[in-house]
């Protein structure tokens, strides 16, 4: 099916979009750069640790493409595709991307961040399963209950930052 749909894509189409798969990559690098640089700028400018600025602001910002996707896909009636964008997003940046990352350049960290974040994620993790197993489907009630478990984190977070 697969190459049905797509084996009559025109070597010039098939070089256009490498192109712009390159310069896009090129354009995310730069934007990455930027995003560290104003991100430093902006947690020495309000005097806040930047493991804040990284647990807040940047990854809010990079879940916004998966946010977008899910949407999308529900409105689709493409509940799996969503759930396993979600959840492969999730895996993904805590084995691979922090692979990766320690494999290039490893770094040191404060513990106690990894603590506290540790067992968000598995109380959020427990949090999602039982939601989920509970008739099979996500409600906003349930999502909301989410919403105020992330806001509860942010603030231990802040709390846990200033104190150490």
Do not use: W
Request: glycine share 8%; hydrophobic share 55%; proline share 2%.
């Amino acid at each position: 099916m697969f190459r049905k749909k797509f084996s009559n894509i025109k070597g010039r189409s098939l070089f256009k979009n490498l192109i712009l798969l390159i310069l896009s990559l090129i354009a995310l690098l730069i934007s990455a750069n930027y995003t560290i640089k104003f991100g430093v700028g902006f947690a020495n400018d309000i005097q806040i640790p930047l493991v804040l600025i990284g647990l807040t602001i940047v990854s809010i910002g990079t879940c916004l493409p998966e946010l977008l996707f899910s949407i999308r896909s529900i409105k689709n009636n493409h509940d799996d595709l969503a759930l396993g964008d979600i959840l492969g997003a999730v895996i993904t940046d805590a084995t691979i991307l922090l692979g990766i990352v320690a494999i290039i350049n490893p770094f040191r960290f404060n513990p106690i961040i990894i603590y506290v974040t540790g067992i968000a994620m598995f109380i959020a993790g427990i949090l999602v399963v039982l939601f989920i197993t509970t008739g099979k489907q996500l409600t906003k009630k349930e999502g909301v209950y989410l919403l105020l478990f992330y806001i509860t984190y942010l603030i231990t977070e802040i709390v846990v930052n200033q104190i150490i």
